[in-house]
Each structure stands twice: as structure tokens, then as C-alpha cells.
């Protein structure tokens, strides 16, 4: 009896929140990321796949995340106007980010002169 009682408690804490998986298209608001989501699905009459983006805004709170990374958001409660999402985690960087890292720490050309 106690088993049950246990297994039924552990069962009401683990939370099912929707999870999808895109790419950062923005970062230029602060704790703030832009990820578009792609969705692939027949048509209805035709049966054709068809391609869907869709943007969705998510809590990145250490502003880990840069553009092009691939990520995984889950939803969470209302955060903002828009903001529904929080980032969960970074499944791949990008190597688009890695050379505008390199980028930054030496000077440009126009700054030595």
C-alpha cells in the first residue's frame, strides 16, 4: 500500500511541459532568445510536406546561448508578453558563433589605424 501511495506522489511531480527543439535566430535582448521551431507536416488534401517555422520566445538567465545554436525550450509559466519559454538546454553550438568569438577579443583593421 505504501509502494502505491509513493509511486502515485512521484508520478504527480514529474510534470510533462511541452519540449521543442530550433535554432537561435536572436539574442540581442537581454535574458531574451529568438528560436524558430520548423514543423513538418502533410497537407491535408494534397499530402504534400510542408514546411512550417515558427518563433518562439524563451528566458535564457545567463545569456548562454548564441545565435545559430541549436537548442531545447520547455514551456514555463507566463514570463512576459510573449516570453512562454525557458531554455533547457544547448544541444549543438554553432560554428558561425565559435568565429565571432575569435573575432572579438584582437582589433580590426580600421581601429589600428
Do not use: C
Not at 514529474?14 to 519540449?19: A, I, K, P
Not at 545559430?68 to 510573449?82: A, C, N, Q, W, Y
Not at 525557458?86 to 589600428?112: F, H, Y
Amino acid at each position: 500500500m505504501a509502494a502505491t501511495i509513493e509511486s502515485t506522489q512521484a508520478a504527480a511531480k514529474v510534470t510533462r511541459r511541452n519540449e521543442k527543439v530550433g535554432h537561435v535566430i536572436s539574442t540581442k535582448m537581454q535574458k531574451t532568445i529568438v528560436v524558430a521551431v520548423e514543423m513538418r507536416k502533410a497537407h491535408p488534401k494534397y499530402k504534400r510536406i510542408v514546411r512550417t517555422t515558427k518563433k518562439f520566445y524563451a528566458h535564457d538567465e545567463q545569456n548562454s546561448a548564441r545565435l545559430g545554436d541549436m537548442v531545447r525550450i520547455r514551456e514555463t509559466r507566463p514570463l512576459s508578453k510573449l516570453k512562454r519559454w525557458s531554455l533547457e538546454e544547448i544541444v549543438r553550438r554553432s560554428s558561425l558563433a565559435q568565429i565571432e568569438d575569435a573575432s572579438l577579443p584582437g582589433e580590426t583593421e580600421m581601429e589600428k589605424n
